[in-house]
Every structure is written in structure tokens, then in C-alpha cells.
């Protein structure tokens, strides 16, 4: 069964075939789609070629559904939308600074990491000990 991805706020899939679709907004207002990769630990993007996404920034990231923004408000700089990976679901965690390879996919027992970059927000997840008795 392949993954899908859902907007939080619409549930819209955003998944068509091989690609995520987001839209996306720039510091100096600059606007375009965005193509991830839905495989875990796969980086690579895509944009129009007039879209130049800088290393290093950070975006705002949109459902290019309803428009709500998918930047967490409560985690600077990660992005949060909704997975189903055989008939588990789960909130996908991403950065939103071009470059920075981090993937959080958290349910109610478990957080699991990905990327070279994933200790940078692992404050946002760690549990005290004295709760992860109650998973």
C-alpha cells in the first residue's frame, strides 16, 4: 500500500503518484510549488526552474488545497502534515529551511527519526522517562 499525505486542516491528499505537492512562499513574497519526494530519507525537490529556492532559507510551506499553512506554529521551522502508512496513521515532521535533511513520523507509540539533521528538533519530541510509561 503506498503512503499518503494528508493536509491537517482539509485532509485533502496531497500525494499524486510519486510526488508531494505543496505550495510555497518565500521571504520576499515569491510564490510556487513545491515536489517532494514521499519516500522517507529521500531530500531531492523540485520547483520550476524560475522558483530558486535558497539554501539555508526557510519557507512558508501551504496545503495547495485549502491554503492553510503546514508550518507548525508551536515548532519553529518544521513542517506538519498528516500520513497513513498501512492503515497507521501519523503526523510527518519536515524542516522548512532548504537543505536541512530531518523527518520526524510520530503516532501515539512511537517517535521515529530520519536524516542527517534530526538531533537539530529533537527537544520538540523527546519524552521525560516518567511518561514513557504510559505508552
Known amino acids: 500500500m503506498k503512503k499518503k499525505y494528508s493536509c491537517l486542516s482539509c ?17 520576499q513574497g ?7 519526494s514521499p519516500e522517507i530519507g ?8 524560475d522558483f530558486k529556492m535558497k539554501k539555508g532559507q526557510s519557507y512558508k510551506i501551504y496545503c495547495p488545497a485549502c491554503h492553510a499553512t503546514l508550518n507548525d506554529p508551536e ?5 506538519k502534515i498528516g500520513m ?3 492503515g497507521v496513521q501519523y503526523d510527518f515532521y519536515f524542516s522548512n529551511i ?8 510520530i503516532n501515539e507509540h512511537k517517535v521515529e527519526t530520519f536524516g542527517f539533521h534530526k538531533e537539530r ?4 519530541f523527546d519524552l521525560p522517562e516518567e511518561y514513557k510509561k504510559y505508552l
Open 75 to 79: 515548532k519553529e521551522n518544521l513542517v
Open 42 to 49: 529521500d531530500y531531492a525537490k523540485t520547483t520550476h526552474p
Open 11 to 27: 485532509n485533502a491528499q496531497i500525494r499524486i503518484g510519486d510526488t508531494i505537492i505543496l505550495a510555497v512562499k518565500g521571504p
Open 84 to 86: 497513513e502508512d498501512d
Open 30 to 36: 515569491e510564490r510556487g510549488l513545491l515536489l517532494l
Open 121 to 124: 528538533y529533537k527537544k520538540y
Open 98 to 105: 532548504v537543505g536541512e535533511e530531518v523527518t520526524y513520523r
